[in-house]
């Protein structure tokens, strides 16, 4: 009977790439079968040629024929014999697992200001000491003071945030016995809201002309 001949792909053998299809896999199969290299080679070619025929997408990707190499020899568990116009990829090679990325906040318990707040205490420790600098700090002390108000907070101190901003700079910026005054938290948060009510306008309007629209037909 014809339905004891059918085929499940958990009975398949596995695709290692499988937007190539099974035709395919078969095909490098039947080149790793060959024992003349040289006819191994011409199968490797052709192979090539294929498999650039069903990736179109990727002939202005740069090394595209590089690529195309690489997968061959993926696709053939690294064990077809043939001469390839790159260098050879290598099974350790392809399965090294990459360096773990670093977390690029250096005070995890201070997100709320952001990772470029470090990034701006780092530049403003390599000016010189002036008026520059100084309308430079207190910039900084604000825009921290504006997040930590973003942080679903109503107010804040200024002390706190030179505090932070002592801390965040390894002790090289002190700005806790100033007697200059950061922007009020009450207009800082006007503005936040002031934003946040423009946001919603734009969207009842929109939501109004849809209506309207509606209407129409």
């Given at each position: 009977?014809?339905?004891?001949?059918?085929?499940?792909?958990?009975?398949?053998?596995?695709?290692?790439?499988?937007?190539?299809?099974?035709?395919?896999?078969?095909?490098?199969?039947?080149?790793?079968?060959?024992?003349?290299?040289?006819?191994?080679?011409?199968?490797?070619?052709?192979?090539?040629?294929?498999?650039?025929?069903?990736?179109?997408?990727?002939?202005?990707?740069?090394?595209?024929?590089?690529?195309?190499?690489?997968?061959?020899?993926?696709?053939?568990?690294?064990?077809?014999?043939?001469?390839?116009?790159?260098?050879?990829?290598?099974?350790?090679?392809?399965?090294?697992?990459?360096?773990?990325?670093?977390?690029?906040?250096?005070?995890?318990?201070y997100r709320?200001?952001?990772?470029?707040?470090?990034?701006?205490?780092?530049?403003?420790?390599?000016?010189?000491?002036?008026?520059?600098?100084?309308?430079?700090?207190?910039?900084?002390?604000?825009?921290?003071?504006?997040?930590?108000?973003?942080?679903?907070?109503?107010?804040?101190e200024d002390?706190?945030?030179?505090?932070?901003?002592?801390?965040?700079?390894?002790?090289?910026?002190?700005?806790?016995?100033?007697?200059?005054?950061?922007?009020?938290?009450?207009?800082?948060?006007?503005?936040?809201?002031?934003?946040?009510?423009n946001n919603?306008?734009?969207?009842?309007?929109?939501?109004?002309?849809?209506?309207?629209?509606?209407?129409?037909?």
């Amino acid at each position: 009977m014809i339905i004891d001949n059918l085929e499940y792909n958990t009975e398949r053998e596995h695709l290692i790439i499988p937007e190539y299809g099974r035709h395919m896999q078969k095909m490098i199969n039947y080149a790793k079968s060959i024992d003349v290299k040289e006819e191994r080679n011409k199968v490797a070619k052709a192979i090539i040629a294929v498999m650039g025929n069903i990736q179109p997408h990727l002939r202005d990707v740069p090394d595209f024929q590089h690529k195309l190499w690489d997968q061959l020899f993926i696709m053939a568990n690294f064990e077809l014999d043939v001469d390839s116009p790159y260098e050879k990829p290598t099974k350790e090679l392809f399965e090294e697992r990459p360096e773990p990325l670093k977390y690029p906040q250096n005070f995890p318990k201070y997100r709320f200001y952001g990772n470029n707040i470090k990034t701006m205490i780092d530049v403003a420790n390599t000016w010189e000491e002036g008026e520059l600098k100084e309308a430079l700090l207190y910039t900084i002390a604000n825009h921290m003071k504006k997040c930590f108000l973003n942080w679903n907070k109503d107010t804040v101190e200024d002390a706190v945030i030179y505090n932070h901003l002592y801390e965040l700079s390894g002790g090289k910026i002190n700005l806790k016995g100033s007697k200059e005054d950061l922007s009020d938290s009450s207009s800082l948060l006007r503005s936040k809201n002031k934003f946040s009510n423009n946001n919603s306008n734009k969207k009842g309007h929109h939501k109004k002309n849809s209506n309207r629209q509606r209407k129409r037909h």
